[in-house]
């Protein structure tokens, strides 16, 4: 008699049990400027999810960045790292502000932001920009051509010029700076490993952008991605200078699914991509490794603004919606709290730096009230007539 095949489904839901009896440790790093704000945002709508599904979340607030140097002495306090490597997911507001800009570069709150990078061996960053239909006014583009824009900058986070040597040498007035950007083939090949999985689970596009007619470790990259593109011919491969790179993401941004690129040329394309929804406040990220994935906004924190309740909420909780579908596999609870956004956003409820000119905006609790009220309602129809709905 031949074994029977074992039936992988009884499994499966014994295990999707077991992860929500479990529950997620979600470490959360508020940091400085509008982070708190923004962060406890993503943290209510989160806590909905939770007491609507059955997930337990468990939520670790830890020190880190400027409110870290001022409360221990440094931005990334070994705690904060203990604390961040024992957890399902990382949740980070900002940091930064005037206030630690004059502290030497290696102990400023940005230099906890390498560390926690490096640390937790977070080589890939992903920065999707999409237009919501009810931000399409809000988008420098005509409406025909924001609406097809759908595209995913895959930032090398790990290696290149930010972690390369930076020194200064001689006497005032006559002083030498440096920088050094370089790339091993390990690191250059994981990063474009990586983006050619993220295409392939999309729209089966990869456009590299790099340096390679000025930089050598431009050229070492091409090589490298057009070597790699081999093992994925279902996937149209591109190669972009990062000049024009930079203007065919204004002129015509559509054409791009995903783009993987350095660290520095990922940090440069990914604001002014941004720049084609409208906004920064609406951006989401994620940074993957081997460990933990690390989500935040990409806005910064923005001290000008900060303790006002009007920055946007918005890249913080559409950070929090990434983490529940790419660490978590909840994709029915990121839908839900992306539609409630939707709908208060249809509603024509804007914060400030996504009002139209001459219409009211309002406070970031407002915001997230409305969105939290909106969610409580989608789940309220989702219970009557099922999660098919
Ligand atoms: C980002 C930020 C950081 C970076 C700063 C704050 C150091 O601009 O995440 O894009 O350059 O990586
Ligand atoms: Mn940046």
């Given at each position: 008699m031949s074994a029977k095949p074992i039936d992988p489904e009884p499994l499966n839901q014994?295990?999707?049990t077991a992860a929500k009896n479990a529950g997620?440790?979600?470490?959360?790093?508020?940091?400085?400027?509008?982070?708190?704000?923004?962060?406890?945002?993503?943290?209510?709508l989160l806590q909905d999810c939770a007491a609507e599904s059955g997930y337990k979340f468990?939520?670790?607030?830890m020190p880190f960045g400027g409110i870290a140097i001022d409360k221990c002495g440094k931005p990334f306090p070994e705690e904060t790292l203990a604390a961040c490597r024992a957890a399902d997911a990382v949740l980070l507001g900002a940091v930064g502000g005037p206030k630690?800009?004059?502290?030497?570069?290696?102990?400023?709150?940005?230099?906890?932001?390498f560390a926690l990078r490096q640390e937790l061996g977070l080589f890939a960053n992903v920065r999707p920009i999409k237009v919501r239909p009810a931000l399409?006014?809000?988008?420098?583009?005509r409406a025909e051509r924001a609406k097809n824009v759908?595209?995913?900058?895959?930032?090398?986070?790990?290696?290149?010029i930010y972690f390369g040597e930076h020194k200064s040498e001689g006497?005032?007035?006559?002083?030498?700076?440096?920088?050094v950007e370089s790339y091993t083939t390990t690191e250059i090949d994981r990063i474009v490993r990586f983006a050619f999985e993220r295409a392939a689970h999309r729209g089966n596009h990869l456009t590299s952008v790099d340096k390679a007619n000025v930089l050598a470790s431009s050229v070492l990259w091409r090589a490298r991605a057009k070597e790699i593109a081999a093992s994925y011919p279902r996937v149209k491969t591109d190669h972009m200078y990062v000049d024009n790179a930079s203007l065919q993401l204004v002129i015509a941004p559509e054409q791009f699914d995903v783009i993987v690129t350095s660290n520095m040329f990922g940090d440069i394309l990914s604001d002014g991509a941004a720049g084609v929804e409208g906004s920064l406040g609406l951006i989401p990220s994620m940074s993957w490794g081997l460990g933990p994935s690390l989500y935040e906004p990409i806005h910064g924190s923005a001290p000008g603004i900060a303790g006002k309740n009007i920055a946007c909420p918005i890249g913080a909780i559409s950070s929090a919606t990434m983490m529940l579908r790419e660490s978590f596999d909840m994709h029915a609870e990121a839908q839900a709290i992306d539609a409630a956004i939707n709908h208060v956003l249809e509603s024509g409820i804007r914060t400030a730096d996504i009002a139209e000119r001459g219409t009211q905006s309002v406070s970031t609790s407002e915001f997230v009230s409305r969105t939290h009220s909106a969610m409580r309602e989608h789940f309220?129809?989702?219970?009557?007539y099922g999660w098919a709905v």
């Amino acid at each position: 008699m031949s074994a029977k095949p074992i039936d992988p489904e009884p499994l499966n839901q014994l295990l999707s049990t077991a992860a929500k009896n479990a529950g997620k440790r979600i470490v959360v790093l508020s940091g400085d400027g509008i982070g708190p704000e923004v962060t406890s945002a993503a943290v209510t709508l989160l806590q909905d999810c939770a007491a609507e599904s059955g997930y337990k979340f468990e939520f670790i607030e830890m020190p880190f960045g400027g409110i870290a140097i001022d409360k221990c002495g440094k931005p990334f306090p070994e705690e904060t790292l203990a604390a961040c490597r024992a957890a399902d997911a990382v949740l980070l507001g900002a940091v930064g502000g005037p206030k630690w800009d004059s502290l030497p570069l290696n102990n400023r709150p940005e230099s906890g932001l390498f560390a926690l990078r490096q640390e937790l061996g977070l080589f890939a960053n992903v920065r999707p920009i999409k237009v919501r239909p009810a931000l399409l006014n809000i988008s420098p583009l005509r409406a025909e051509r924001a609406k097809n824009v759908n595209l995913e900058i895959v930032r090398e986070l790990a290696g290149g010029i930010y972690f390369g040597e930076h020194k200064s040498e001689g006497a005032a007035g006559s002083e030498r700076a440096w920088d050094v950007e370089s790339y091993t083939t390990t690191e250059i090949d994981r990063i474009v490993r990586f983006a050619f999985e993220r295409a392939a689970h999309r729209g089966n596009h990869l456009t590299s952008v790099d340096k390679a007619n000025v930089l050598a470790s431009s050229v070492l990259w091409r090589a490298r991605a057009k070597e790699i593109a081999a093992s994925y011919p279902r996937v149209k491969t591109d190669h972009m200078y990062v000049d024009n790179a930079s203007l065919q993401l204004v002129i015509a941004p559509e054409q791009f699914d995903v783009i993987v690129t350095s660290n520095m040329f990922g940090d440069i394309l990914s604001d002014g991509a941004a720049g084609v929804e409208g906004s920064l406040g609406l951006i989401p990220s994620m940074s993957w490794g081997l460990g933990p994935s690390l989500y935040e906004p990409i806005h910064g924190s923005a001290p000008g603004i900060a303790g006002k309740n009007i920055a946007c909420p918005i890249g913080a909780i559409s950070s929090a919606t990434m983490m529940l579908r790419e660490s978590f596999d909840m994709h029915a609870e990121a839908q839900a709290i992306d539609a409630a956004i939707n709908h208060v956003l249809e509603s024509g409820i804007r914060t400030a730096d996504i009002a139209e000119r001459g219409t009211q905006s309002v406070s970031t609790s407002e915001f997230v009230s409305r969105t939290h009220s909106a969610m409580r309602e989608h789940f309220s129809q989702v219970e009557r007539y099922g999660w098919a709905v």
